[in-house]
């Protein structure tokens, strides 16, 4: 009788571990037009590296219900002889032609997560239902 609570006790654990602990994020489509200028390379591949990461979806283009992430205005960059370059700009989040909002950037070359922890943060609240 012992064993067969064991037993079942057993199974239903392993049971349970089996099951996902979190329901899966839903991937979201964005669409990131690569920030136009000078010397932004290493900025808009650490952008195109966070957002091709789960729950999103790197779009090639455009297309219905996709994010679109782009920055309207230049891109401020900074160089400095000690700590490098910086970089200051606004992001602006559209779907189906529709704003959804703008972002503040500003991050240094040994600090581009900053940026791209913030826009991935930015896409994810953009995307909730509301």
Do not use: H, W
Not at 44 to 57: E, G, K, T, V
Not at 72 to 82: A, L
Not at 99 to 128: F, H, I, N, P, R
């Amino acid at each position: 009788m012992v064993y067969d609570r064991m037993l079942r006790l057993t199974v239903l654990l392993t049971a349970l571990s089996l099951l996902p602990c979190q329901a899966q994020e839903q991937p979201i489509s964005v669409y990131f037009e690569p920030l136009k200028g000078r010397d932004l390379t290493p900025l808009n591949n650490a952008i195109m590296a966070a957002l091709s990461q789960p729950p999103f979806r790197l779009e090639m283009k455009p297309g219905p219900q996709t994010i679109v992430v782009s920055a309207p205005d230049k891109v401020e960059i900074v160089k400095k002889r000690v700590s490098g370059t910086y970089y200051s700009f606004t992001v602006e989040f559209f779907r189906d032609r529709s704003s959804l909002g703008l972002s503040q950037q500003a991050c240094g070359d040994e600090t581009l997560s900053e940026c791209t922890d913030q826009m991935v943060l930015d896409v994810k609240t953009v995307a909730a239902p509301r």
